[in-house]
């Protein structure tokens, strides 16, 4: 094929539109991959996060368990305490009043004794012991319940140990490192997902220009090869026609045969062409006919192995009901 300028141009723009399709696949391709890589890395955080937040809710139940354990121990002990003080309080001042009627007594009975009524400062004196006794009696009650108060706060103090929240601070802090870790994983994921969703476009963009270059190329060599053929069949008839000049008759082919064209030597210019014959030149037995004026008309036209009144045009240049 000769040399054509058009198609190199567009065979050009044909590559260039491939060279930077490729170049974008190359990009999405890296970008796709930089992409699922921090994807498998968010995922990994996100593993990492679950796991440290179900031992930081672990850690926190048990210390809420064990702060709620010291807080029923303990508030046993203030039940107790709350329960004698009152009690207390009451006996004591039953007891601060004893104690006084009982000074009275012995007071009043010192003073009978003194004025000699021994009878009477026995009586006060007997009313005075009595008073004793009794403030004696709620003095052991008072310090009975003291004692049932140090006893449930000795108990309290042996049972209840202090909430240890290390474990839980300690989780928490875990926690709160593979969650930074993920929040930036997947801030690093969506920016590259964005990076290869833009790519993906890009490439988008090029292929479809690609396509078009390759189809614009395709279409115009598909034009030259036809114009190329055309001008061949035309350069033929050109030597086909100097071979009229120069022959008695000369080989061509009609209709996918060999055909024997012979030029009229009677000076109508009319040119007989003979075809699909038995005969290695397209005449013979069973051959068509075809008669052609000059000025390239054809006017008349019988196919192979016919009948010769079974034309298709006849000798007017009119096609009959067979054509």
Request: hydrophobic residues 30%; aromatic residues 10%.
């Amino acid at each position: 094929m000769a040399h054509n300028y058009e198609l190199d141009v567009l065979r050009q723009h044909e590559e260039e539109a491939f060279r930077r399709k490729q170049e974008a696949f190359a990009r999405y391709e890296s970008a796709r991959g930089e992409a699922s890589a921090a994807y498998d890395r968010m995922q990994a955080a996100w593993a990492e996060r679950c796991a440290a937040r179900d031992t930081m809710n672990r850690e926190f139940e048990a210390m809420k368990s064990s702060s709620e354990a010291y807080s029923r121990i303990w508030e046993e002990f203030r039940t107790v305490r709350d329960t004698n003080n009152p009690r207390i309080e009451s006996l004591r001042q039953e007891a601060d009043y004893e104690h006084q009627q009982m000074k009275n007594c012995f007071e009043r009975a010192g003073a009978a004794y003194q004025y000699g009524d021994k009878a009477e400062a026995k009586v006060l004196s007997e009313e005075g012991h009595a008073h004793r006794e009794r403030r004696d009696a709620l003095n052991e009650e008072v310090g009975e319940l003291i004692r049932e108060i140090k006893e449930a706060k000795r108990n309290a103090e042996s049972r209840a140990s202090k909430t240890d929240s290390s474990a839980y601070r300690s989780a928490r802090s875990l926690f709160d490192r593979a969650k930074s870790r993920h929040e930036s994983m997947e801030t690093e994921f969506k920016r590259l997902k964005a990076v290869r969703d833009s790519c993906k476009k890009e490439f988008d963009v090029y292929q479809d220009i690609y396509l078009k270059a390759k189809d614009e190329f395709r279409r115009r060599l598909e034009e030259v090869k036809a114009a190329k053929r055309d001008n061949e069949r035309r350069m033929t008839d050109k030597v086909n026609m100097a071979l009229v000049k120069t022959k008695p008759f000369y080989l061509g082919s009609i209709f996918g045969h060999n055909a024997k064209v012979v030029p009229r030597d009677d000076g109508s210019g009319a040119t007989d062409v003979y075809f699909a014959g038995l005969a290695e030149a397209g005449d013979g037995l069973g051959h068509g006919h075809a008669v052609i004026d000059r000025y390239g008309n054809v006017t008349y036209l019988r196919d192979a192995w016919t009948d010769h009144s079974d034309y298709l045009i006849n000798d007017r240049g009119r096609p009959t009901h067979n054509a």
